[in-house]
């Protein structure tokens, strides 16, 4: 096995997915190196939010091979994939609204849990234990990605970007392997979008790898490693963020043909 294939942390070959008769995903790889981030984009429409809800088991694909960290899993159920060390957001941000930012990530950690529904029911000393544990880890992760202060406060009353903060802060007390984003940007300012870069650059350092979808190119461009480009649920790109920005499919499905043409004539005189 080559170093190449030998360092992927996630690969996917073969995957497609179809409602009635629209065809939303045919036939995608794609394969993710440890410590990398990974960029996933296309117009609206152009499967991507398919492509993640296969691989986190929202959807059952129609086929393709799945491995993580090489081994095989089967994306059929949301808490089997995060067991397994894929965590991700959502493009519609998805908290407990009446709870509090802790209580939040408290809930994501508990699917490390190993007390189990008794140990809960009688609270057992082993609970107990890990339940002072899992607020711990729980503060850390605030604190980590800036809105330790904001512990006790209902997710409701955060704000926008603070909400996607917790988002990302739940998703990582799952102890991810992968951390899968999708539309993180959404909504942001200028200034919450350069703290969200380097929040993502930390994680990366950290250990954890990253596959972004953004429709904010140029974040994606910055900030990622390589590029997988969707359209209408083909894979039309992969590459560096360089090789993707001169590809004259991408650049097609982004300005349609006659923007295409006028791209290459500039980039050509």
Do not use: W
């Amino acid at each position: 096995m080559s170093a190449h294939h030998a360092d992927a942390l996630l690969h996917v070959s073969g995957v497609s997915k179809r409602f009635g008769g629209l065809q939303a995903l045919n036939d995608v790889h794609l394969r993710i190196q440890r410590g990398q981030v990974y960029g996933l984009i296309g117009p609206n429409g152009a499967g991507k939010t398919t492509f993640f809800n296969v691989i986190t088991g929202l959807y059952t694909p129609d086929s393709g091979k799945f491995e993580l960290a090489g081994l095989a899993y089967k994306p059929t159920a949301v808490h089997e994939v995060a067991r397994a060390g894929i965590a991700r957001t959502f493009q519609n941000i998805r908290l407990f609204a009446d709870m509090t930012a802790l209580e939040n990530v408290m809930v994501g950690r508990h699917i490390r849990s190993g007390s189990g529904l008794l140990g809960a029911i009688f609270r057992t000393r082993g609970f107990e234990r890990e339940e002072v544990n899992i607020t711990r880890r729980a503060n850390e992760l605030l604190d980590y990605v800036g809105i330790g202060h904001l512990g006790d406060y209902k997710a409701r009353t955060l704000s926008y970007g603070d909400q996607r903060r917790l988002e990302i802060a739940r998703a990582l007390a799952t102890e991810p392997l992968l951390l899968a984003l999708d539309e993180p940007a959404a909504g942001m300012n200028a200034t919450e979008k350069v703290e969200l870069r380097a929040l993502i650059e930390r994680i990366r350092t950290d250990g954890v790898s990253v596959l972004l979808i953004e429709h904010d190119v140029k974040l994606v461009m910055g900030l990622c490693d390589r590029v997988t480009v969707l359209d209408y649920g083909r894979q039309i790109a992969e590459g560096t963020p360089a090789d993707v920005q001169k590809n004259e499919k991408v650049i097609e499905a982004y300005l349609g043909h006659a923007g295409a043409k006028t791209a290459a004539e500039a980039t050509a005189s």
